[in-house]
């Protein structure tokens, strides 16, 4: 079983709290909208990560978080990009290859909207941890953790990180 802490929408802002609750995960995610590479330092400190750079990232995030990430998390396909869409409404830099080769877990950020939808046609969960950072429209912060448990993803919690 692997335990991930995934969040997203940090825009420069990484509050002490996501320590504490990705405390016991054994991988951190970062659905990108870093901010400053400052926070991808603190993360990859911190646990094993993986991000994908967002729309306002710089070069010097761009040089080390990918603008897709597709790997498997123990008998999971997974796919990270930071402009993804949702199902039914796809991005259309996504839209063909997630047609045609859909993953089983689609993570997506930009939004700053919390999303948690299965895409009954494609078999696959959208997740989308919404904003953790304090920039956005977003009311509250917010972040992921779950288990991906072999081909299962399991025990969901959203978790709420106060008001922006």
Known sequence: M???GLLSDTHSFLDDAVFKHFDKVDEIWHAGDFGSIDVVTKLQDFKPFKGVYGNIDGKDIRLVC???L???CEDVDVWMTHIG???GKYAPQV???ILIHPPKLFICGHSHILKVAPDPKLKLLHLNPGAAGKHGWQTVRTLMRFSING???ENLEVIELGVR
């Open 85 to 87: 869409g949702y199902p």
């Open 95 to 97: 839209k063909s290859e």
């Open 70 to 72: 597709r790997f498997h």
């Open 151 to 153: 081909d299962r993803i």
């Open 66 to 68: 990918p603008e897709n």
């Open 2 to 4: 692997t335990k991930i």
